[in-house]
């Protein structure tokens, strides 16, 4: 091996430790076990890391592996933008990586001085992105959900980003004063009619930015598990060939949204990927693989943030 290489190579090792030690939260033990390698050994990588400014408050080394994978999942599948982070070989699920890139991309457009709309999914994804977001005065952006706030039981939705998001931006912001789901196709006709709805949704319409979260459709539905649907309803959607979600829209394997079942009552503004506008879909694991690849076919996202164990299974 020639010794650029060699040096190549171990600051990609080094920043692997440092991703693990800083954002991930591993022990040296920990990460020692993860690369295969002593425990002093993963300690001086962790210092390499710092002492090469790879890592800061963000992981800033470009890892070779995770940039390759980026710019084939960007040629696969037409994307405009496209984010691969380390797999954390412990917690495989976890979202910690994806939140700080996630997080990333917000601070950018908040740090631009040309004003602008951030759409904003849910779910815990969207929720640990935000908690990434420093304090900041941003007063000239806008900060909109895409999705209802309200619980299947009355309560505001736990995974709600936008008022946090707010809250450490100092940006206006427009919560979706909505269930996720309609109780009928009738009452979901008269909550859009009502006048402050329809102006946000109108400013959701415009957003410059789309971030949302990607759910699979199955029996580990997020939707089933925290009470959006119940499992008939679920069932159904699964008859009509859903295999994945985003903001509450339905789709089946080819990225078609799904005529019928709970797509009739869900309040989300409605799912579309403007040209001029970007859509970033958070996600990554295994159970998600199914409905992150029916959307990037479909081109339901124009973006995507993933780790490097999820973007090689999405790859042909």
Same mark, same amino acid.
């Given at each position: 091996?020639?010794?650029?290489?060699?040096?190549?190579?171990?600051?990609?090792? &080094?920043?692997?430790?440092?991703?693990?030690?800083?954002?991930?939260?591993?022990?040296?033990?920990?990460?020692?076990?993860?690369?295969?390698?002593?425990?002093?050994? &993963?300690?001086?990588?962790?210092?390499?890391?710092?002492?090469?400014?790879?890592?800061?408050?963000?992981?800033?080394?470009?890892?070779? #592996?995770?940039?390759?994978?980026?710019?084939?999942?960007?040629?696969?599948?037409?994307?405009?933008?496209?984010?691969?982070?380390?797999?954390?070989?412990?917690?495989?699920? #976890?979202?910690?990586?994806? #939140?700080?890139?996630?997080?990333?991309?917000?601070?950018?457009?908040?740090?631009?001085?040309?004003?602008?709309?951030?759409?904003?999914?849910?779910?815990?994804?969207?929720?640990?992105?935000?908690?990434?977001?420093? &304090?900041?005065?941003?007063?000239?952006?806008?900060?909109?959900?895409?999705?209802?706030?309200?619980?299947?039981?009355?309560?505001?939705?736990?995974?709600?980003?936008?008022?946090?998001?707010?809250?450490?931006?100092?940006?206006?912001?427009?919560?979706?004063?909505?269930?996720?789901?309609?109780?009928?196709?009738?009452?979901?006709?008269?909550?859009?009619?009502?006048?402050?709805?329809?102006?946000?949704?109108?400013?959701?319409?415009?957003?410059?930015?789309?971030?949302?979260?990607?759910?699979?459709?199955?029996?580990?539905?997020?939707?089933?598990?925290?009470?959006?649907?119940?499992?008939?309803?679920?069932?159904?959607?699964?008859?009509?060939?859903?295999?994945?979600?985003?903001?509450?829209?339905?789709?089946?394997?080819?990225?078609?949204?799904?005529?019928?079942?709970?797509?009739?009552?869900?309040?989300?503004?409605?799912?579309?990927?403007?040209?001029?506008?970007?859509?970033?879909? #958070?996600?990554?694991?295994?159970?998600?693989?199914?409905?992150?690849?029916?959307?990037?076919?479909?081109?339901?996202?124009?973006?995507?943030?993933?780790?490097?164990?999820?973007?090689?299974?999405?790859?042909?």
């Amino acid at each position: 091996m020639r010794a650029s290489d060699s040096d190549r190579s171990r600051l990609d090792d &080094a920043a692997r430790a440092g991703w693990l030690y800083f954002i991930a939260g591993k022990t040296q033990d920990e990460i020692a076990k993860a690369l295969a390698v002593s425990r002093p050994t &993963a300690q001086r990588l962790v210092s390499l890391s710092l002492a090469e400014r790879l890592i800061t408050f963000r992981l800033e080394h470009p890892i070779a #592996a995770c940039m390759e994978l980026a710019a084939r999942l960007t040629d696969a599948f037409e994307l405009r933008y496209c984010e691969v982070v380390p797999t954390d070989p412990a917690a495989p699920t #976890a979202v910690a990586g994806i #939140a700080e890139r996630a997080a990333a991309l917000l601070e950018s457009i908040l740090r631009a001085s040309r004003p602008a709309i951030l759409g904003m999914g849910t779910g815990r994804a969207m929720r640990a992105a935000v908690e990434q977001i420093p &304090a900041m005065d941003c007063p000239n952006h806008r900060i909109v959900s895409l999705v209802g706030n309200i619980s299947p039981d009355g309560s505001a939705s736990l995974f709600d980003a936008v008022a946090r998001f707010a809250d450490l931006t100092r940006a206006r912001h427009y919560p979706m004063p909505l269930p996720v789901f309609a109780a009928s196709e009738a009452e979901r006709e008269q909550l859009l009619r009502i006048d402050p709805v329809a102006r946000v949704r109108a400013i959701a319409e415009k957003a410059d930015l789309r971030l949302v979260g990607i759910g699979q459709v199955d029996q580990g539905a997020q939707l089933l598990i925290d009470g959006f649907l119940d499992r008939e309803e679920l069932l159904e959607l699964m008859r009509l060939g859903a295999i994945g979600e985003i903001i509450g829209w339905a789709f089946d394997r080819d990225g078609r949204i799904i005529d019928g079942g709970s797509n009739r009552r869900v309040t989300s503004v409605p799912h579309r990927v403007a040209a001029e506008a970007l859509t970033v879909g #958070a996600a990554l694991g295994r159970p998600k693989l199914p409905a992150m690849r029916a959307a990037l076919t479909g081109r339901l996202l124009s973006g995507l943030i993933t780790d490097e164990a999820t973007a090689r299974a999405l790859l042909p």
